[in-house]
């Protein structure tokens, strides 16, 4: 039994005349005949009972219909949906972040492409910078969005942003006076990133303080940003964190004071699998980059 067999089948059942059904078939009648009667014998059923006069479907005929109408509508969905995955259009699109960067921004870039592509299923994962790494080298992700750097011959990235440093405090707990001398910080609780989720990052933090002459009281670790952020707003310590944070973790009891070292920073940036070709990945990276 063929496609053609079906379509066939489908279109005399809906004329119930062989001649009419051969012209919108752009067939003659004869060969549409043979081709109703292989499908018949194949089947071993009897689909129509014709005469000189008209045409019927027979109960075979008229189950056989409704599921082959039923079949016919589901390849056709099966059939633009994979044109539509072939054209990068649908299917799953990975995107990894850290938590410090997680904004109003990103949450915008999936709105955008959930209306550009609502075929799309769009997934988010709070990864590490280095397990982003390791799973956009064996092409896990479609997007990451990490801290530099990325040393690897197998992933592309460019910069999204420059994000320098904060001294995040709860000013119940610190004076704003003690806070902008950073030295005499030295014996207050400090609540950084884990050293083993994020290495790079807690040895940039470490070299800001023994910048200012003292190495950090690290009582507390965590993770993610959300629970640092926490803890500092509950006085269990302070922080220094990129400057970015503040636009999304605005509590009246925080303060954030910049560090005055403008060449320290922290880039951020957008990674990709190389040699990437995907629209929406290049329409996802243009829309951040705007």
């Known amino acids: 039994m063929e496609l053609r067999h079906l379509k066939y089948f489908i279109a005399v059942a809906k004329e119930l005349n062989f001649t009419k059904a051969s012209k ?9 005949s043979r081709q109703i009667k ?18 019927v479907l027979t109960e075979a005929g008229k189950y056989f219909e409704k599921e082959v109408n039923s079949l016919l509508q589901t390849l056709e969905a099966i059939s633009l949906k994979t044109k539509k995955i072939s054209e990068n259009t649908n299917g ?23 209306v550009k592509y609502p075929y799309l299923n769009i997934k988010l994962y709070e ?23 990325v040393v690897s011959t197998k992933i592309e990235s460019r910069l999204w942003y420059k994000d320098h440093y904060s001294l995040v405090f ?33 040895n940039s933090l ?15 670790q965590s993770n993610n940003i959300n629970s640092i952020i926490q803890l ?5 310590g302070v922080s220094i964190v990129p400057s970015s944070i503040s636009k999304s ?42």
């Open 24 to 32: 919108k078939l752009f067939i003659s009648q004869p060969p549409l």
């Open 38 to 55: 292989e499908l018949e014998n194949e089947l071993g059923a009897k689909l129509f009972e014709r005469n000189n006069r008209k045409v």
């Open 92 to 114: 799953d699109f990975r995107i990894a972040y850290i938590s410090s960067t997680f904004s109003v921004t990103i949450s915008k870039l999936v709105q955008y492409l959930t």
């Open 127 to 149: 990864v590490s910078s280095s397990k982003q790494i390791n799973a956009l080298e064996q092409e896990k992700l479609d997007l990451g969005i990490l801290r530099a750097p």
């Open 170 to 202: 709860n000013k119940n707990f610190v004076s704003l006076d003690t806070a902008k001398n950073i030295e005499s910080l030295k014996n207050e609780t400090f609540v950084f990133f884990n050293k083993d989720y994020a290495p790079v990052y807690y």
């Open 206 to 220: 470490i070299e800001i303080c023994s910048n200012y002459g003292f190495i950090p009281n690290i009582v507390h």
């Open 232 to 236: 500092i707003r509950n006085g269990l």
């Open 249 to 290: 973790h605005d509590y009246p009891e925080l303060t954030f004071l910049d560090i005055p070292n403008k060449n320290l920073c922290t880039n951020v940036l957008l990674a990709t699998p190389k040699g990437t070709n995907s629209e929406i990945t290049n329409t996802a990276i243009s829309y951040l980059l705007t």
